[in-house]
């Protein structure tokens, strides 16, 4: 059921997905690196001196990282986990341009982590069990619609995310 949950999730963005950010996506095969991508735009701010707080992403990140760990058994030889974190690059990269839009996507993932339950000890003590994941699965099929409005927002002729 779990599976089904994300498979659902991930088919819907990926309809309205640009075939090169498919591949971009679909080519992030590990989390870190996501991490690596996000420390690649602060270096680039910097050198423009328009450093960014990116510690506010780091709860999010922490958390995504603790609950993947949930649903690796579950989505073992499946597509489906990098659909959880990649978007992270992807939208990322796609403001690092204009600083606003990176401030205002960077406080939308803070305040997800803010909201996101404190499920992480039972993500270590109950890895294999079916019902956890299945909430886990619930948890990240939000994340990943908040990825696709994400998406769509960035992709929007004009600009939207400008003050």
């Known amino acids: 059921m779990a599976l089904s949950v994300l498979q659902r999730a991930c088919d819907r963005f990926r309809s309205e997905l640009s075939s090169d950010d498919v591949v971009l996506i679909t080519s992030t095969h590990k989390f870190d690196e996501v991490k690596v991508a996000i420390r690649q735009v602060e270096q680039q701010l910097a050198a423009r001196?328009?450093?960014r707080n990116f510690d506010r992403l780091a709860p999010f990140l922490d958390a995504i990282e603790t609950y993947s760990k949930a649903l690796e058994v579950a989505c073992n030889g499946t597509p489906y986990l990098p659909?959880?974190?990649a978007p992270?690059?992807?939208i990322i990269q796609a403001v690092h341009e204009s600083v606003h839009a990176l401030d205002k996507i960077l406080v939308a993932y803070g305040s997800i982590a803010s909201s996101m339950p404190r499920l992480s000890r039972f993500a270590e003590s109950f890895p294999n069990?079916?019902?956890f994941q299945q909430l886990i699965a619930?948890?990240?099929?939000?994340?990943i619609e908040f990825h696709r409005r994400a998406y769509a927002l960035i992709r929007m002729p004009g600009?939207?995310?400008s003050p």
């Open 49 to 51: 001196q328009e450093l």
């Open 83 to 85: 659909w959880i974190w």
């Open 88 to 90: 992270i690059k992807l």
């Open 129 to 131: 069990d079916t019902q």
């Open 138 to 143: 619930f948890l990240f099929e939000d994340i």
């Open 159 to 161: 600009d939207y995310l």
